[in-house]
Nanobody, 124 residues
């Protein structure tokens, strides 16, 4: 089992920044690919970003490219999502997820473990 705990959400004005953190425990962190997803009210959970086990490979959904950066520190068992130039449409609950099987990339079913989520609200 893997336990994931997100932190860093909050209320920010449009154009502002937030950094989300996700602390993992229960498995060797460097053996897990990690992703961030988000879910806005009334919408399906959607992929935001993913980092490989080493952190050398990352990918993003188009709407956040150039604004968000995913990174990880395998010595701290933590993955981060730096969010800059935030927009009201970024408002959502953000979830951290861990991929143990390495069978996919950007679908919710590709991930084996999930955190409880952290709310991000961007005001206009």
């Amino acid at each position: 089992q893997v336990q994931l705990v997100e932190s860093g959400g909050g209320l920010v004005q449009a154009g502002g920044s937030l950094r989300l953190s996700c602390a993992a425990s229960g498995r060797t962190f460097s053996r897990l690919a990690m992703g961030w997803f988000r879910q806005a009210p009334g919408k399906e959970r959607e992929f935001v970003a993913r980092t490989s086990r080493s952190g050398l490979t990352t990918n993003y959904t188009d709407s956040v490219k150039g604004r968000f950066t995913i990174s990880r520190d395998n010595t701290k068992n933590t993955v981060y999502l730096q969010m800059n130039s935030l927009k009201p449409e970024d408002t959502a609950i953000y979830y951290c997820a861990a991929d143990e099987r390495m069978v996919g990339n950007d679908r919710t079913g590709d991930y084996d473990y999930w955190g409880q989520g952290t709310q991000v609200t961007v005001s206009s």
